[in-house]
């Protein structure tokens, strides 16, 4: 099946500083990825959707200048938390649309675990 | 508007029971997608079910079995004879056609805890 894989799967970093997070589509193209954040005992929340070549699409309430979203290959979407602080703790799972399929079919990576100190 | 309603935040069962957990959605689009996905403690969302709007009819796999009716924007989720593999919080999730790209739209999940 289709794997997609996160990188780091886990980051402890000190307020104030950046963190990038990789998400990469091993076995398939992704024009199209998804960024979810999902605080403790809460549901997924959708950030933004990443686009191959041009820029993401936020939703509403979230900061692009503070989440950076960088889709610059049909594999690879990065996500940076910039200037971090404690509340951005989270943990931040990508999901990558598979291109050969018409009906929306997606891809979860395993996520990726930020604590911000 | 899109919206995803597990009404049941939390499930305790004892092993070999039986369990159903509720989805209910909202959608103005007649073609969309229901998802299930169960996340245990690791945190990997795993995909159970696609279903789409177009076919209704019941699927069963193994111990587990889903019923989809339109008629009451429904999608719920039943594990027959529960066993303690099962615990873990299930997600109902929803995608539309016409938005971009099929984002998923989650419910709020149900934790279910099988006790042996």
């Known amino acids: 099946g289709a794997v997609v894989s996160q990188h780091p799967s886990w980051v402890i970093c000190k307020s104030g500083t950046s963190v990038k997070i990789e998400c990469r589509s091993l076995d398939f193209q992704a024009t199209t990825m998804f960024w979810y954040r999902q605080f403790p005992k809460q549901s997924l929340m959708l950030m933004a959707t990443s686009n191959e070549g041009s820029k993401a699409t936020y939703e509403q309430g979230v900061e692009k200048d503070k989440f950076l979203i960088n889709h610059a290959s049909l594999t690879l979407s990065t996500l940076t938390v910039t200037s971090a602080h404690p509340e951005d703790s989270s943990f931040y799972i990508c999901s990558a649309r598979d291109n050969g399929f018409w009906n929306y079919e997606q891809y979860f990576g395993p996520g990726t675990r930020l604590t911000v100190t | 508007a899109q919206k995803v309603t597990q009404a049941q935040t939390e499930i305790s069962v004892v092993e070999k029971e039986d369990v159903t957990l509720d989805c209910v959605y909202e959608t103005r689009d007649t073609t969309y997608y229901l998802f299930w996905y169960k996340q245990p403690p690791s945190g990997e969302l795993v995909f159970l079910i696609r279903?789409?709007?177009?076919?209704?009819q019941n699927e069963i796999s193994g111990r587990y079995s889903w019923n989809f009716q339109k008629s009451t924007s429904s999608f719920n989720f039943t594990i027959t004879a529960s066993q303690v593999v099962d615990s873990a919080v299930y997600f109902c999730?929803?995608?539309?056609?016409?938005?971009?790209?099929?984002?998923?739209?989650f419910g709020q999940g149900t934790e279910l805890s099988v006790k042996p």
């Open positions: 999730a929803l995608s539309e056609a016409n938005n971009q790209g099929g984002k998923l739209i």
């Open positions: 279903r789409n709007s177009f076919d209704e």
